[in-house]
């Protein structure tokens, strides 16, 4: 039984398109690569011909977990969410009050994490210690090097 994920529209639609890219475009690829090598000849010394067997292995099982995502992912309702409280999609302003240096994250599922773009996944220390605090709140986030003191200072909604 596969776990249930959850996703964003944005999120779930990369998905979708990431997998139609794949069915479309590669597998074809693939498939006329494997013909090619064939052409050439006995099979059995034919490192091309392996090569492209090994490449499409590799492409099925990704469209093979794309599908499985796609089948158990849960969309999440922005429009049900509550704007007073940091929960997951929050965007959320916060003040590190050792440094008095202010961030800003929004709390994204774990798979659409990325640090570069200011997502942090919902089950990192950080978020995990600001989720259910609201505005003006203080929390003391324990993480692997010791603790850190934040204020939520804003929570902004779309």
Do not use: C, W
Request: charge should be neutral; aromatic fraction near 4%; proline fraction near 3%.
């Amino acid at each position: 039984m596969t776990q249930v994920t959850y996703y964003t529209k944005d999120g779930f639609e990369k998905l979708k398109v990431e997998l139609e890219h794949l069915v479309h475009i590669e597998r074809p690829l693939i498939s006329q690569q494997i013909a090619e090598a064939r052409d050439k000849g006995d099979l059995s010394e034919n490192a091309e011909y392996d090569a492209a067997k090994n490449a499409q292995g590799m492409l099925e099982m990704r469209i093979s977990k794309l599908q499985d995502l796609i089948r158990s992912a849960r969309l999440i309702d922005e429009s049900k969410m509550d704007a007073s409280k940091v929960q997951i999609l929050s965007t959320v302003r916060i003040r590190n009050l050792s440094n008095n240096t202010e961030m800003t994250y929004t709390l994204v599922p774990e798979n659409e994490a990325n640090l570069k773009v200011g997502k942090l996944s919902v089950s990192s220390p950080i978020a995990k210690g600001l989720l259910g605090k609201s505005k003006g709140s203080k929390a003391e986030i324990v993480i692997p090097s010791g603790s850190i003191n934040f204020e939520i200072v804003e929570i902004i909604t779309k």
